[in-house]
């Protein structure tokens, strides 16, 4: 089957969509960006793009698809998901409570959070999260037909790995600016705890869904 610009076009749309709007990962990604600098906003979205590519490469190959069929699967995906979501929402609630000078206590006192650590917490949200899996299934369903060839996946999936770099970079790099930077000092209580609200709502939701 030849390769159809169409078919790439469609997944494209539906997959920027999806992974351009606010979400948790999105929101964790500028929270480092802005707190942290550039550096570890980085490797945080290497973890999130990593994840996120795996989940991509799964459904492409039908794995996801029949990993889908087990409930039990999904079940404990959802479980890990959103304890996972109220952790950072925990984190992100005791981080507005805190005064400036009691935070910079605390970051005098705490070891700096590695880079692989920060990738791996990365790789976490979206490897952790059913619906990035049912996202990718539906995409990757809705943008290929049953014919596709080997090229035409491939080139799908390279198309959508390099928007994925583009958005969750960009992300990274827009928020660890100065004005970002500046913002999110005089701000960072009302940001943390808009990170608490959303990541504490998305954590019950997924914890209470059942599909």
């Not at 749309?13 to 980085?42: C, D, E, K, L, W």
């Not at 619906?131 to 596709?148: D, E, H, R, Y």
Request: proline content about 4%; some cysteine.
């Amino acid at each position: 089957m030849p390769f159809d610009f169409n078919h790439l076009l469609l997944v494209l749309t539906v997959y920027v969509i999806g992974a351009a709007s606010p979400g948790p990962s999105n929101m964790r990604i500028m929270g480092v960006a802005m707190h942290q600098g550039r550096r570890p906003a980085f490797m945080l979205a290497a973890g999130v793009i990593s994840g996120s590519f795996f989940w991509g490469l799964m459904a492409a190959t039908g794995v996801s698809a029949i990993l889908t069929q087990y409930a039990h699967a999904i079940g404990v995906l959802k479980i890990v998901g959103g304890a996972y979501l109220l952790f950072l929402a925990i984190k992100a609630a005791r981080s507005a409570r805190t005064s400036d000078e009691q935070l910079r206590q605390i970051h005098a006192a705490t070891p700096e959070v590695s880079g692989f650590r920060l990738y791996k917490r990365g790789l976490l949200m979206p490897l952790t999260n059913p619906k990035a899996l049912l996202g990718w299934v539906a995409t990757m369903t809705l943008g290929l037909g049953p014919q596709a060839s080997t090229a035409t996946v491939a080139i799908t999936l390279a198309a959508c790995a390099v928007m994925s770099i583009t958005i969750f970079g960009g992300y990274a790099l827009v928020f660890s600016t100065a004005p970002m930077v500046r913002a999110y000092r005089h701000a960072r209580r009302w940001i943390e705890g808009t990170l608490a609200l959303v990541f504490g709502a998305a954590g019950i939701k997924l914890l209470l869904s059942r599909s």
